[in-house]
């Protein structure tokens, strides 16, 4: 039971690239969300699902894009990297009665 | 705006010392409210979570205190060691299943 995954770990882009966040979950929850941390400001949601085939937008989801095509895979794709998108991102996974799982993290940059 | 508001920043206890982390929110119909420990490089971890049908909830040497008519929770760390050095988040769960989470406190337990 691998729970959350996260890939990559880490990257670097330079603005203007396009790239995919992906995120996986083996525990058949129905909700997902990608979450963005920053300092001082906590994590942000950006998009979240509520099942397959159902997104929907979050606090700060400019820039990105995310689709649920199958209940374990969740990726968020930025469409072109800018600075302001440098951050940590994470993935968590749900189901409605308990809180979230995490992942591990993606830590970008964008130069 | 940010939905729930978690104060102080940072905290700097001494071992054995009783750490306390407090959480306010506008949003009357927030159903749950999670508290997530995160190390440095990892995703946030549950620790531990309240209904708003009950006023506190003891796990091990967590407690959350949550006071419903003030729209306010607390929690406080017993017996507080060096190994709970750690950034830890509240959160509240809104009737979407979508989490808000608070900016995060920084404990650090001195030995």
């Known amino acids: 039971n691998a729970g959350v995954t996260q890939t990559p770990k880490f990257q670097v882009l330079k603005t203007g690239q396009s790239m995919t966040l992906q995120c996986a979950q083996d525990?058949?929850?129905?909700?997902m969300s990608w979450y963005r941390q920053d300092p001082g400001m906590g994590l942000r949601l950006i998009h979240y699902?509520?099942?397959?085939?159902?997104?929907d937008q979050g606090e700060v989801p400019n820039g990105y894009n995310v689709s649920r095509s199958t209940t374990e895979d969740f990726p968020l794709r930025l469409l072109s990297a800018a600075p302001s998108q440098t951050s940590v991102y994470f993935c968590?996974?749900?189901?409605?009665?308990?809180?979230?799982?995490f992942g591990s993290g993606t830590r970008l940059t964008v130069v | 705006q940010q939905q729930v508001k978690q104060s102080p920043q940072s905290l700097i206890v001494q071992k054995g010392g009783i750490p306390i982390i407090n959480c306010a929110y506008e949003?009357?119909?927030?159903?749950?409210f999670p508290w997530y420990q995160q190390f440095p490089g990892k995703g946030p971890a549950l620790l531990i979570a309240?209904?708003?049908?009950?006023s506190e909830k003891k796990e091990g040497r967590f407690t959350i205190s949550f006071n419903k008519s003030a729209k306010q929770f607390s929690l406080h760390i017993m017996d507080s060691q060096p190994g709970d050095s750690a950034t830890y988040f509240c959160?509240?769960?809104?009737?979407?299943?979508?989490?808000?989470f608070g900016t995060g406190t920084s404990l650090t337990v001195i030995p």
């Open positions: 968590a996974s749900g189901k409605r009665a308990y809180g979230y799982t």
């Open positions: 525990m058949n929850h129905e909700y």
């Open positions: 699902s509520v099942g397959a085939g159902i997104t």
């Open positions: 949003n009357t119909a927030f159903d749950y």
């Open positions: 309240i209904r708003p049908d009950v």
């Open positions: 959160a509240a769960r809104d009737t979407g299943n979508q989490f808000y």
